[in-house]
């Protein structure tokens, strides 16, 4: 089994910051890509950022130079740091890592059960 376990969300007025967690925990043997996605109510999930294993990043054009990801190898964790927040970036935003579990020869994606921001005065 494996699971991927955010937090961080809640609630924040415009302008202001957050940070998002997330932990990959279980048979694992390998981690590819992890990063994070969002969905508004009533919108399609969207792609927020990724990052490689390596390190290379790729964002969403409306949270470029506002959002950062980052990750830890070591503790199977990817974060998003939020500034300059906006009532559009209001949604579930939901965890994801391709993994290769233990015994198999390639990889999976999996998805965390998603943690809510909202953007309000």
């Known amino acids: 089994q494996v699971q991927l376990v955010e937090s961080g969300g809640g609630l924040v007025q415009p302008g202001g910051s957050l940070r998002l967690s997330c932990e990959a925990s279980?048979?694992?043997?390998?981690?590819?890509?992890m990063g994070w996605f969002r969905q508004a109510p009533g919108e399609q999930r969207e792609l927020v950022a990724t990052?490689?294993?390596?390190?290379?990043?790729n964002y969403a054009d409306s949270v470029k130079g506002r959002f950062t990801i980052s990750r830890v190898n070591a503790k199977k964790a990817v974060y998003l740091q939020m500034s300059s927040l906006k009532p559009e970036d209001t949604a579930i935003y939901f965890c994801?890592?391709?993994?290769?579990?233990?015994?198999?020869?390639?990889?999976?994606?999996?998805w965390g059960k998603g943690t809510l921001v909202t953007v309000s005065s």
């Open positions: 994801y890592a391709k993994i290769r579990r233990g015994g198999l020869l390639y990889y999976m994606d999996y």
């Open positions: 279980g048979d694992i043997l390998a981690i590819d890509t």
């Open positions: 990052m490689g294993s390596l390190g290379r990043t």
